[in-house]
């Protein structure tokens, strides 16, 4: 358009500038090529500007329709259609684009089908699973949860849409101590865990809780993170009865026993004081050998009886103030008799300064310290020695430790040392394996610990750490 004003306007010009100005035809023909010029000139600009206001449209609708496409697809919405009409290329583009929303709804439909299809066999099979299984994602939802799950914690399917663990806990006591338990595990916190005690089945049950994590591959595809929790009960009952009817035997067989072996020591006594007669060296020896035998008979019964105790769960305390060195003296004199037989020297290492005193039971912690100088020097070589001492670790706490020079133990075996009826493969020296489970379940009643410290050919340290 503005070639052709320029065009018509030179044309006037040439037919002007061939006019004589002074002619009577110059002035008519000069207004007739402005008329033209203006004319023309106003076409052009209304046809610019009709083409400057439709042009924009006419290119931004078709852009417009195709992104708010892309935008629904994304929104997972497959069941869009374009429809670009006013050229090929832009009914080219809605073809193509209607092709890949039908593979995208086919593929989207499939993979759904198959996930709900993984998702009800899952759903099958953990309900069949008679042990109550939960499990929540990162969120503190609820992903899913057994039909054994939701009896034991009187809950139904329809009480958990929408709703986060914590709250659902707020009104459920059981579930809130399942949450404190898997909060401890992420905070690292150990321990023995006992069974838990749940009124289910119509009756008392005990359920030990189990928790893992469940791991899947992160962005980068190689490291793992974690996208949830499974917590998993599994019902002891059974075996805490069976448990709980060994520990009523073992009492009452151990009562039963320290009756007559008390009677035997008393028998043996009588014969010493040679009231009866004298014994003769043969009789006096296999004598020695009863009262030895019964002793140790009259300790086991003594071991299973504390033993009884601490599972049952009846272990009761009488703490009060006492002195470190009371309790090694105690150990001491308990134990002389023996160091001597086996030519062991007992040393004391105890501080000069003052130590602080220890509120405990004398009673059990005695008996404690007294079973690790025996072991000591039962696993000691002859005419060894065995060192008992403490010393004030810090202001809160005390060490009491008894240290021999043996063969030491294995680091394999130092976990297993503490579980009952454990001995040490190829040890010989004669034992119950009730000892050290006794002295550490004994020490942690009372908030402390019991540890162990040994190398082979270095020999063996074991180290209280009882309350101040």
Request: proline fraction near 4%; charged fraction near 25%; aromatic fraction near 6%.
């Amino acid at each position: 358009m503005i070639v052709l004003v320029v065009a018509l306007s030179i044309t006037n010009l040439q037919i002007l500038t061939a006019t004589e100005p002074t002619s009577p035809a110059a002035e008519p023909g000069l207004n007739r090529a402005l008329t033209w010029v203006s004319v023309t000139g106003g076409i052009c600009i209304l046809i610019g500007l009709g083409i400057l206001f439709k042009l924009p449209r006419t290119i931004n609708e078709p852009l417009q329709t195709l992104t708010d496409s892309i935008l629904e697809i994304a929104n997972h919405n497959y069941d869009i259609e374009l429809n670009l009409t006013g050229s090929r290329e832009l009914e080219d583009v809605s073809r193509n684009f209607n092709r890949m929303t039908n593979r995208l709804r086919d593929y989207h439909n499939s993979t759904l089908a198959s996930l709900k299809a993984s998702k009800r066999y899952l759903e099958t099979i953990i309900n069949a699973i008679n042990e109550p299984i939960i499990g929540i994602d990162n969120e503190s939802k609820i992903i899913f949860i057994n039909d054994a799950a939701l009896g034991i914690l009187f809950l139904r399917r329809e009480d958990l849409s929408e709703k986060t663990v914590q709250e659902i806990s707020m009104r459920n006591d059981l579930l809130r101590r399942l949450l404190c338990g898997l909060d401890d595990k992420e905070h690292g916190v150990t321990g023995k865990r006992t069974p838990l005690k749940i009124y289910a089945n119509d009756k008392e049950s005990y359920f030990q809780v189990h928790y893992m994590d469940i791991e899947m591959r992160a962005k980068d595809g190689v490291s793992m993170e974690k996208r949830g929790s499974v917590i998993m009960l599994k019902n002891v009952t059974e075996f805490q009865e069976l448990d709980s009817a060994k520990t009523t035997f073992i009492s009452t067989i151990s009562h039963e026993l320290k009756t007559p072996i008390s009677a035997i020591l008393m028998s043996l006594q009588l014969l010493d004081d040679n009231r009866i007669g004298t014994l003769n060296p043969e009789q006096a020896s296999l004598s020695e050998s009863i009262r030895e035998n019964s002793e140790r008979l009259l300790g086991i019964t003594g071991e299973l009886l504390n033993i009884t105790q601490v599972e049952s769960g009846k272990l009761q305390l009488k703490p009060k103030i006492t002195k470190p060195i009371e309790l090694i003296d105690y150990a001491i004199k308990a134990t002389r008799v023996q160091a001597e037989r086996f030519g062991i020297q007992i040393e004391v290492e105890y501080p000069h300064e003052k130590i602080k005193k220890l509120f405990v039971d004398s009673e059990k912690i005695a008996w404690v310290l007294t079973n690790l100088v025996n072991n000591a020097i039962r696993y000691s070589y002859e005419n060894s020695r065995v060192i008992i001492g403490a010393r004030q670790f810090d202001e809160q706490h005390i060490e009491i430790y008894v240290q021999d020079f043996g063969r030491g133990i294995d680091p394999r075996y130092h976990e297993s040392i503490f579980e009952p009826y454990f001995r040490v493969p190829g040890t010989k020296v004669q034992g119950s394996g009730l000892g050290l489970f006794i002295s550490k379940d004994f020490v942690e009643a009372h908030g402390g610990t019991l540890r162990l410290e040994s190398e082979i050919g270095k020999g063996t340290r074991f180290v209280i750490t009882p309350p101040v």
